[in-house]
C-alpha cells in the first residue's frame, strides 16, 4: 500500500470534516472499482462493526504517528483497518 503525506487532505465524504487518513486499498472491490479508505474522528470513532478504525483513531491521538519507534504498531493498525475497509466493501 503506498501511503503519502499530505498536507491537504480530502474532506469525509459522510460528514466533510477533517480525515486523519485517506488512502486506496491495494486490491480492487467486486466491481473492480478502487476502494477509497477513510478515517474521520467523527465517524469512525465509538463503530462496534469497524473495531480497527477506533484502535487507530486511538494510535493517532495518542501522537503515534508522529513517534518513529511505534512504526511496526503504525503498520500493523494500518493494514488492520486496511482489511476492515475491504471486508466491509467486499
Ligand atoms: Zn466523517
Redesign the pocket.
Known amino acids: 500500500m503506498a501511503v503519502v503525506r499530505a498536507t491537504r487532505l480530502p474532506k ?1 465524504s ?2 466533510q ?1 477533517d480525515l486523519i487518513v485517506s488512502a486506496v486499498a491495494p486490491e480492487d472491490d467486486a466491481h473492480g472499482r478502487p476502494i477509497h479508505m477513510e478515517l ?1 474522528p ?2 469512525d470513532r465509538g463503530d462496534p462493526d469497524r473495531p480497527a478504525a477506533g484502535i487507530l483513531l486511538q494510535f493517532f491521538a495518542d501522537g503515534g504517528g508522529h513517534d518513529d519507534s511505534r512504526i511496526q504498531e503504525a503498520t500493523f493498525l494500518l493494514l488492520q483497518w486496511t482489511e476492515e475497509c475491504m471486508a466491509a466493501r467486499a
Do not use: I, L, M, Q
Open positions: 469525509c459522510r460528514c470534516g474521520c467523527s465517524c
